[in-house]
């Protein structure tokens, strides 16, 4: 069973095997993040009880802990975090057959998140993982969902040369997302070395090094139209700032696309009116859909490996009276 919500992962949270007492990472406060009872919903009809095995630290969990909010997304009372899950089902509600429309978001105020021992969740929302698809592959089908919809949304196939910017978790996804796509040509720019060498790793044809300095936009879209080698068709902003998505409308040629999936800014000054002369569609994506499907498909056939992208394993710490992660 794979479920989750909202953007962006590279680290794994690994729960205990057994629990006398159902118990969550609850954020009470800016930095302030502690393991308390976590009281389930009555199972309903359509539901499950899923025990979390593996579980992603995103993005948005991150601002969620430093600054109590993520975008226009603010925590207001007491909250369970986490959203890039996978589990085991324990117990089924008496009518778990039909499809619902559902639209929570686990870890996203005020719907509390997974990254507690178990949880209530509906059941046709519940995803079976083949046997040869680990729990944390499981759990990295929820940051892989936001790759797999920018890439539908922006249509890459086998004539489509992609520009990512940003080579943080959601960039590098987007790369692995482009690649089984059909992107022929990936280049990807972040001002982080050892970010572009993952890349590198990962398969992008070629790696930028970028400033934050926004006096460098011209200077850095010719390195990077230079290292394409041919138009660019589609930019994926992974990061979302000024210069990023300048860069990005810059870079990408007449009648390509350019597609915002990172949301670092509420607001933004772009040269829109020299981009749409050349007539560079803006599009953006917020979460994804109908995803889950696809991308245990990438993973069961190994047409995507995200193995790489686990890059640590904690254990959470319930017994013995401790309160912390």
């Known amino acids: 069973m794979a479920h989750g919500g909202g953007g962006g992962a590279d680290l794994m949270a690994c729960k205990q095997e057994e629990e006398v007492e159902n118990k969550a990472a609850w954020l009470l406060g800016i930095k302030t993040l502690k393991i308390q009872p976590y009281h389930l919903p009555p199972l309903g009809p359509l539901d499950v009880k899923v025990r979390i095995k593996a579980l992603g630290i995103c993005g948005?969990?991150?601002?969620?802990?430093?600054?109590?909010?993520?975008?226009?997304?603010?925590?207001?009372?007491p909250m369970v975090i986490g959203h890039e899950c996978a589990g085991?089902?324990?117990?089924?509600?008496?009518?778990?057959?039909?499809?619902?429309?559902?639209?929570?978001?686990?870890?996203?105020?005020?719907t509390n998140g997974s990254l507690a021992n178990k949880v209530v969740h509906p059941a046709n929302l519940c995803f079976k993982l083949p046997d040869n698809v680990s729990l944390e592959e499981g759990a990295m089908c929820e940051p892989l969902s936001v790759g797999v919809h920018a890439c539908r949304?922006?249509?890459?196939?086998?004539?489509?040369?992609v520009l990512i910017m940003g080579a943080g978790p959601i960039g590098l996804i987007t790369l692995l997302a482009s690649r089984a796509f059909g992107a022929p040509r990936?280049?990807?720019?972040d001002v982080d070395d050892r970010r572009l060498s993952i890349a590198k790793n990962l398969g992008a044809d070629e790696i930028i090094h970028v400033s934050t300095n926004i006096q460098d936009v011209d200077e850095e879209v010719i390195k990077i139209q230079n290292a394409m080698g041919s138009g660019i068709d589609v930019s994926f902003d992974c990061v979302g700032y000024n210069k990023t998505m300048t860069t990005a409308l810059n870079a990408t040629q007449s009648g390509g696309k350019v597609c915002l999936i990172g949301l670092a800014l509420t607001e933004m000054t772009v040269p829109l009116t020299p981009s749409a002369a050349r007539e560079v569609d803006v599009i953006?994506?917020?979460?994804?859909?109908n995803t889950w499907p696809l991308c245990i498909e990438f993973l069961k056939t190994g047409k995507i490996d995200v193995k790489p992208l686990i890059t640590h394993r904690f254990r959470v710490l319930t017994r013995g009276g401790g309160t912390g992660l």
């Open 60 to 77: 948005s969990d991150v601002h969620h802990f430093k600054t109590m909010r993520c975008a226009s997304f603010v925590v207001k009372k």
């Open 88 to 110: 085991i089902i324990e117990e089924v509600g008496s009518e778990v057959k039909s499809l619902a429309v559902e639209m929570k978001f686990f870890g996203s105020p005020p």
């Open 284 to 289: 953006g994506i917020f979460r994804y859909r």
């Open 153 to 161: 949304r922006a249509q890459i196939g086998p004539e489509t040369n």
């Open 186 to 189: 990936v280049v990807i720019a």
